[in-house]
């Protein structure tokens, strides 16, 4: 592979008023050790920043029992590549299976979750604004990732904060009450 000159190779994480870059996933890899998805590997490779409020993308490597609680995103659409493995998508409509190759849209304002099959998946996740247009600064959803990242909550006070911040800074909502899709099978 060829280095382009002129290209900077950047984390993204840093402001580039629309410049391009390449991402190294060594330098933008952290893992969430807080919050709602404990032990999950994150490579944030594109920020609302770095293209300009366009989308972001974040790689992401879940292992069984790290997934998400439901919520909602009200500000922006998602998107799920499967890399390697395979999940399987839940909303109020149904699920939808996806495995290695395969890609799975979800409409923002719709309440769901996902859930690994068998041990672990590697998923591209692709966030793309509502009607909007474009995340506003400072406000896309890649912020509170890395907002999040070393935040532990171990008290169902720091709980019930952390569901009013990510409504009221991030438009999303979070239903951490209700019991996850793979506890049924238990």
Do not use: C
């Amino acid at each position: 592979m060829v280095t382009q000159p002129g290209v900077d190779q950047i984390q993204p994480s840093t402001t580039r008023d629309g410049e391009s870059y390449v991402s190294h996933r060594d330098d933008v890899h952290f893992k969430m050790t807080g919050d709602f998805m404990t032990g999950v590997d994150f490579w944030i490779h594109a920020t609302g920043e770095t293209t300009q409020g366009q989308l972001v993308v974040i790689e992401t490597n879940w292992v069984r029992g790290t997934e998400p609680v439901w919520h909602i995103h009200h500000r922006e659409e998602e998107g799920f590549f499967v890399m390697s493995g395979e999940i399987t998508i839940h909303t109020e409509a149904g699920s939808y299976n996806a495995g290695a190759g395969q890609f799975v849209w979800g409409r923002k304002d719709q309440r769901h979750t996902y859930e690994v099959v068998g041990e672990e998946a590697r998923i591209l996740v692709v966030f793309v604004p509502g009607p909007a247009g474009t995340f506003a600064p400072g406000s896309g959803i890649d912020k509170y990732f890395y907002e999040a990242r070393d935040r532990e909550l171990r008290t169902p006070e720091q709980l019930a904060a952390e569901v009013e911040n990510l409504k009221t800074n991030y438009g999303l909502e979070m239903f951490p009450e209700l019991p996850h899709p793979r506890e049924k099978k238990s």
